[in-house]
């Protein structure tokens, strides 16, 4: 049972699909799970979709609610890796609560720590293919050639309405604000580690694993 905490950007995403591949955990996107309550027009999609566009963070009982309905429904998963959840000490007891409920606890909290002007540049930057959803970034990997999809050649992109600069450096003050100081929340806890969220995806891929070896033997 994993938490992975961090600014949006951070990484936690790739990392946690990572995860899942390599110890077959399920994964839990608030990101995603709100993503897609906006996108099926529930009555939490429309409330939820103007908070988010504002670049602020959703209240805490529409998330909590949509982790405990996912917890139970994939109750026979082996494990579950949190991503951007919890997000304030609120959501912390709360999550605390509904795992003591199942029989379930917490083993780690891992922090992706950034650069917060590169992190504005690489979020801002960012856009996809609207066919196949390949990633691209205006700086870091362009399409080889220019304005065609290097996957499937379609020639039409998208950007998330929440991907540009000024949303993003409200994004990152709120997590500063209401995020970040959960942390002593989990290290009172014994349970926080630190892998640095700018370094290149396989070498963050790499430090993550050995503090799960390390938290392994140690247990």
């Given amino acids: 049972m ?6 949006p950007g951070a990484g936690k995403g790739t990392q946690a699909q990572r995860l899942m591949a390599q110890h077959g955990l399920i994964q839990l996107s608030t990101g ?6 906006v996108k099926d027009g529930s009555d939490v999609g429309r409330r939820a979709k103007a908070i988010m566009e504002a670049g602020q963070l959703v209240p805490d009982e529409i998330v909590t609610s949509l982790i405990a309905d996912r917890l139970d429904k994939e109750a026979h998963a082996p494990g579950f890796i949190f991503d951007g959840y919890p997000r304030t000490q609120a959501q912390a007891e709360s999550l605390d609560e509904l795992l003591a409920e199942r029989g379930l606890a917490l083993d780690q909290v891992i922090e992706l720590t950034v650069d917060e002007q590169a992190l ?11 066919r196949c959803n390949e990633g691209y970034h205006d700086r870091f990997k362009l399409p080889k050639a220019a304005g ?12 998330r309405p929440d991907d540009n600069a000024e949303t993003v450096r409200a994004r990152l003050a709120e997590y500063r604000a209401k995020t970040a100081p ?7 806890k014994g349970l926080v580690a ?7 995806i396989a070498a963050v891929s790499q430090a993550i694993e050995a503090i799960l070896a390390r938290d392994a033997v140690a247990g």
């Fill in 148 to 159: 065609v999809c290097d996957i499937c050649g379609s020639t039409e992109f998208k950007r």
């Fill in 120 to 130: 504005v540049e690489r979020i801002s930057g960012r856009f996809t293919c609207a």
């Fill in 194 to 200: 630190r892998v640095d969220g700018m370094a290149e």
């Fill in 2 to 7: 994993l938490i992975l905490l961090g600014p």
């Fill in 182 to 188: 959960i942390l002593p929340y989990y290290e009172a």
């Fill in 32 to 37: 995603d799970m709100l993503r897609a309550a």
